[in-house]
């Protein structure tokens, strides 16, 4: 419903529609039913959940009812827009025991030019009191974002404002993109396209800004024991397990089948790049 300029979605997809909210409860308890203990609410916006509906509801009530489901362990949600995440939804993140604090947030670009161009409706000022706001609120929260390289008009000035807002905010995961061509949106008629050996020259600087970020928040979990939900065998070494924290940092340890599927306390023993080394706390 953004209609983003960058975005063929709404061309492609129309508008938002929202499920009943019994729907997505009923479904919910179905699959813990079936021994699923997490579930991921997905919405090409998440927090415009309620509108088109005859019940008045918000994204926060519904988040609410669904941490009231017996058995259900974790809940997870994406996408949020910036422009609508209401302290109303990081305050039932901060109060309901069930919900992951684990945000991901897209900013797109650091520069309010730039944003403005998009169609992005909230600034640079903005969107980083807004992450303040979710710090203060839920201490141990991790970040993730989506970010766009090489946006029609583009200047230097505009790229270096992405990277500083990328060193301040300091996400845990970062999604980068270089900026290609859909037909039918505005951007694609828009003059001043950025040449690919410039968007590729910026790409890489950006990911060495956020991969650096990363490897920060990585190394602080060093020492610290968290809850991690064993979802199988690594995929890069089959000998041992892997999971996810609350906060969605990827975790690899040592430990039998019979642990798959459960949650388990592990300490983690070594940060590295992308993930973590971790000992199963006994």
Known sequence: NNF?????????????????????????????????KEVTLLGQNVNSYGKGLEE????????RRINEIDGLERIRFMTSHPKDLTLDVVYAIRDCDKICEQIHLPVQSGSNRILKEMNRHYTKEQYIELAKTIRREIPDV????????????????????TLELVKEVRYDAAFTYIYSRRNY????????????EVKHERFKRLLEISNAGI???NKEAEGKTY???VEG??????????????????????????L??????????????FSLLGEVVK
């Open 4 to 36: 983003c300029t960058y975005c063929i979605v709404p061309y492609v997809r129309g508008r938002e529609r929202s499920r009943k909210p019994e729907d997505i409860v009923n479904e919910i308890r179905e699959l813990v039913g079936k021994g699923y």
């Open 56 to 63: 008045e509801i918000t994204f926060d009530k519904l988040l």
């Open 142 to 161: 991790t970040f993730s974002t989506d970010l766009i390289v090489g946006f029609p008009g583009e200047t230097e000035e505009d790229f270096n404002e």
């Open 185 to 196: 949106t505005p951007a694609d008629k828009m003059e001043n396209q950025i040449p690919e």
């Open 215 to 217: 490897a920060v928040g």
């Open 227 to 229: 809850e991690v939900l």
């Open 233 to 258: 065998f690594s995929k890069n070494d089959d000998s041992k397990l892997t999971g996810r924290t609350r906060n969605n940092r990827l975790v690899n340890f040592e430990g039998g089948e019979e």
């Open 260 to 273: 798959i599927g459960k949650l388990i306390n592990v300490k983690i023993v070594k940060a590295n790049s």
